[in-house]
């Protein structure tokens, strides 16, 4: 697999990157999305690194290989070599590494095994990559989002089945590495020189109590570690803030405003804006296209199936039964219809947004 590289318009709208209006460059950021290792891409997720773009920072947002076609280590090998790319072709001496959800599992793994030659050479021995040969640079400070940091403690909670297919996913077929697949797997002793890092939680997120046990874990070594809970549930950022219904006022702002203060260490501030935003109608439409659109149309087909007799799924009224009798039926083919409907919407829309996006590569916002 190799890395693509391709240069994308500067994500601002306050400024037309003119001389006049050019912000200093404040660091560089190595940026990888959520989506639970499974599903979405860099294209999706580019409101939770705009603001900061509009303040200088040059971000690498990767698009690294999804599970179950590429379980663990892929994703985990793809963003070190990321890190590797940006030292060799940009010259890039020292970054910051920062994820949400899945994407905040990786790059706090990743930061893991660039201080730990044993993590490192274990992921050597797993992926047959080099890795101990390649350069990388110098990771400073670490922002995970409600990330996927542990395999155990949200096991029993509310989100605990999807979160259980979504490790299932991510997990290999045939374990390797002792199942160490999560950056609390990794023994305490090599996690002695992790950097400083800022985890940032939902107090509603069942992944919460993962992030508050390993920043435990990590204070007890003597790092330096941030635990920040704000209201709200999972994923709150790095979606449009009018699809939250105000709720951003509560989470996304002041989770954009602590990133901000804690890696320019005070220095910058977001520039404010109106608290009152312009209705947007497009989370009506996106609501109505992949939710109420598959749901009308599977209660059209069960109403036919079950009062007239048609044909459903490879199931026909021959002989006749009362619509009671088909009610059983009639509720499964609306149940897979609508998740057919709402699945067929849900790529089409994924292949909308990620139109010239590569598998595996780069886009660089600055």
Known sequence: MTLRSRALERLSTQDKNTDENKVPHQGTILYAHGGGFVAVSSAHLKHSVSPLVRLGYEIYSI??????????????????RALAWMKKERGVRECVVMGDSAGGGLITYAAAALNSAIVLRELEEASGEMLT???????????????????????????GIPLSFCIKCYAPEVPI???????QDIASSNLS??????????EEDSLTISNENLARGLRALGRNTTVETLPGFHSFLGFPIQWTFGQWRSNTLPATDLIIEWLSEGRLKMKRFEESMP????????????????????????????????????????????????????LISFAVISVMVHYLICVATDRFLSLGIETEGFEVYR
Request: proline share 10%; net charge negative; hydrophobic share 50%.
């Open 177 to 183: 590495m002792g199942e160490k697949y999560t950056i």
């Open 279 to 330: 209705f947007d109608w497009s989370a009506i439409i996106v609501l109505s296209v992949t939710l109420l659109l598959p749901l009308l149309l599977a209660a059209a087909c069960t109403w036919a199936f079950i009062f007239s007799g048609s044909p459903i799924l490879g199931i026909s009224n021959i002989a006749e039964p009362t619509s009671m009798e088909l009610l059983p039926a009639g």
């Open 193 to 202: 020189r992790y950097p400083p890092s800022l985890l940032i939680c939902a």
């Open 133 to 159: 040969s390649w350069e990388y640079p110098c990771i400073t400070k670490v922002v995970s989002i409600y990330g996927f940091v542990c395999q155990k403690a949200w096991r029993d909670s509310l989100m």
């Open 63 to 80: 698009d690294y290989p999804l599970a179950p076609e590429d379980p663990f280590p892929a994703a985990v090998i793809s963003t070190l």
